[in-house]
């Protein structure tokens, strides 16, 4: 089992910046891909952005390439995204996720089989 833990979330104002982290615990995320997904009020969760176990590969949805940049660090089991000139509509309960294994499907939630609690983000105008 891998246990996620999702932090740094908070109030922030538009255009403004949070860094989320999400740390693993149990099971190492050797080979995991990483995703960070998000859900706001009344909506589906939707994918934001994944990473791959070398930290090369990176992937985004559309709304959030050149704004949102999502890391790692191997050595410290820890995921990161930092999130730049956020917007109203970036207000969601953001979630990490793992997928032991890798699928090509980065973007699919129900490729990933850990899930953090979620972290409240929200964004006033």
């Known amino acids: 089992q891998v246990q996620l833990v999702e932090s740094g979330g908070g109030l922030v104002q538009t255009g403004g910046s949070l860094r989320l982290s999400c740390a693993a615990s149990g099971r190492t995320f050797s080979g995991y891909t990483m995703g960070w997904f998000r859900q706001a009020p009344g909506k589906e969760r939707e994918f934001v952005a994944a990473i791959r176990w070398s930290g090369i590969f990176t992937y985004y949805a559309d709304s959030m390439k050149g704004r949102f940049t999502i890391s790692r660090d191997n050595a410290k089991n820890t995921m990161y995204l930092q999130m730049n000139s956020l917007k109203p509509e970036d207000t969601a309960v953001y979630y990490c996720?793992?997928?032991?294994?890798?699928?090509?499907?980065?973007?699919?939630?129900?490729?990933?089989?850990?899930w953090g609690q979620g972290t409240q983000v929200t964004v006033s105008s």
């Open positions: 996720a793992a997928d032991p294994q890798s699928s090509s499907w980065y973007m699919r939630r129900y490729e990933y089989d850990y």
